[in-house]
């Protein structure tokens, strides 16, 4: 997932106004690809948790509630470790990436919580984006590690606003293109990247099916219906005015949820409220 997320990035830099922000995003992502290549043992809820969790309605995950392993700052500091050696020395974003590494973990852990909260008041919006990504680190390895323990606990879960693993709101949705997938859309989580289905033409936040529209950047001055559909879209909902950036496989096989969310950061669409507060992407969209 980091792989390929950083890869988009890459392709998203050329030319972009946010060109050198999404070269260190990528830089970022391959520091996080580097340190899940090898993913330490993690505490795990057993079959039976995850299974009364589910049947409570609750995610057998929390990225929330509760305390957090020590392990996801160890893991934080060595991935920021690695970004700050593929750094250039006149890099200014060393000095937030240093200001992270040295932070004390009470520091760390109140960051973290408003991260997740959706706090802005006292949230260092500098290094909020690096901070995202050790969250985002620590939590796909607990999804992976914990899917790959209970292979069907998760399997008939689909349909959610929220990720059912670990309680978080997508990132975006995506519609897939592969054999097998073709035509059936994902939300993506922003905490744990874990990807979860949801029926098209369907509003995620509030559940409605009617008012549904799909609106994307046109040129200035162009009149009428593009030639060709947008792989990258915001489907705006009439009866809550809220949107989620919708992104085809089938119209750019490389879209990739939160690197393409990020790489059209700088767009809304009139007269709609954002689905995506700024504390909830992870880690390229983690700032606005």
Same mark, same amino acid.
Request: aromatic share 4%; with cysteine; charged share 20%.
């Given at each position: 997932?980091?792989?390929?997320?950083?890869?988009?990035?890459?392709?998203?830099?050329?030319?972009?106004?946010? &060109?050198?922000?999404?070269?260190?995003?990528?830089?970022?992502?391959?520091?996080? =690809?580097? &340190?899940? *290549?090898?993913?330490?043992?993690?505490?795990?809820?057993?079959? %039976? %948790?995850?299974?009364?969790?589910?049947? *409570?309605?609750?995610?057998?995950?929390?990225? &929330?509630?509760?305390?957090?392993?020590?392990?996801?700052? +160890?893991? $934080?500091?060595?991935?920021?470790?690695?970004?700050?050696?593929?750094?250039?020395?006149?890099?200014?974003? *060393?000095?937030?990436?240093?200001?992270?590494?040295?932070?004390?973990? %009470?520091?760390?852990?109140?960051?973290?919580?408003?991260?997740?909260?959706?706090?802005?008041? #006292?949230?260092?919006? @500098?290094?909020?984006?690096?901070?995202?990504?050790?969250?985002?680190?620590?939590?796909?390895?607990?999804?992976?590690?914990?899917?790959?323990?209970?292979?069907?606990?998760?399997?008939?879960?689909?349909? *959610?606003?929220?990720?059912?693993?670990?309680?978080? $709101?997508?990132?975006?949705?995506?519609?897939?293109? #592969?054999?097998?997938?073709?035509?059936?859309?994902?939300?993506?989580?922003?905490?744990?990247?874990?990807?979860?289905?949801?029926?098209?033409?369907?509003?995620?936040?509030? /559940?409605?099916?009617?008012?549904?529209?799909?609106?994307?950047?046109?040129?200035?001055?162009?009149?009428?219906?593009?030639?060709?559909? @947008?792989? !990258?879209? +915001?489907?705006?909902?009439?009866?809550?005015?809220?949107?989620?950036?919708?992104?085809?496989?089938?119209?750019?096989?490389? !879209?990739?949820?939160?690197?393409? %969310?990020?790489?059209?950061? =700088?767009?809304?669409?009139? /007269?709609? &409220? /954002?689905?995506?507060?700024?504390?909830?992407?992870?880690? @390229?969209?983690?700032?606005?």
């Amino acid at each position: 997932m980091f792989a390929e997320r950083a890869l988009r990035l890459r392709q998203q830099a050329a030319g972009h106004a946010l &060109r050198e922000y999404l070269l260190l995003m990528a830089v970022l992502c391959e520091a996080l =690809h580097e &340190r899940a *290549r090898t993913p330490p043992a993690f505490d795990l809820p057993s079959a %039976d %948790d995850i299974a009364a969790a589910l049947q *409570r309605g609750e995610p057998p995950l929390p990225s &929330r509630h509760g305390p957090r392993p020590a392990l996801w700052r +160890a893991e $934080l500091r060595a991935a920021l470790q690695q970004v700050l050696a593929r750094l250039a020395p006149d890099n200014p974003a *060393r000095s937030a990436v240093q200001t992270v590494i040295a932070w004390p973990d %009470d520091t760390l852990e109140q960051q973290a919580d408003r991260l997740l909260a959706g706090i802005t008041l #006292g949230l260092n919006m @500098a290094t909020a984006p690096l901070l995202a990504a050790g969250l985002q680190l620590h939590w796909a390895q607990r999804a992976a590690a914990a899917a790959a323990a209970h292979p069907e606990a998760f399997a008939a879960l689909s349909g *959610r606003s929220y990720c059912p693993c670990c309680g978080s $709101l997508p990132t975006a949705s995506i519609t897939r293109s #592969g054999q097998g997938f073709k035509g059936q859309r994902y939300l993506h989580c922003s905490v744990c990247g874990s990807q979860w289905r949801m029926e098209m033409v369907h509003c995620s936040h509030c /559940g409605a099916h009617e008012g549904i529209q799909y609106q994307a950047l046109q040129p200035a001055g162009e009149t009428g219906a593009p030639a060709t559909r @947008a792989a !990258v879209e +915001a489907e705006t909902c009439e009866a809550c005015h809220h949107y989620l950036k919708i992104v085809h496989q089938e119209r750019d096989a490389h !879209v990739e949820p939160v690197a393409d %969310d990020l790489g059209h950061a =700088h767009a809304r669409p009139a /007269g709609v &409220r /954002g689905r995506l507060s700024a504390p909830r992407h992870q880690p @390229a969209a983690a700032v606005r």
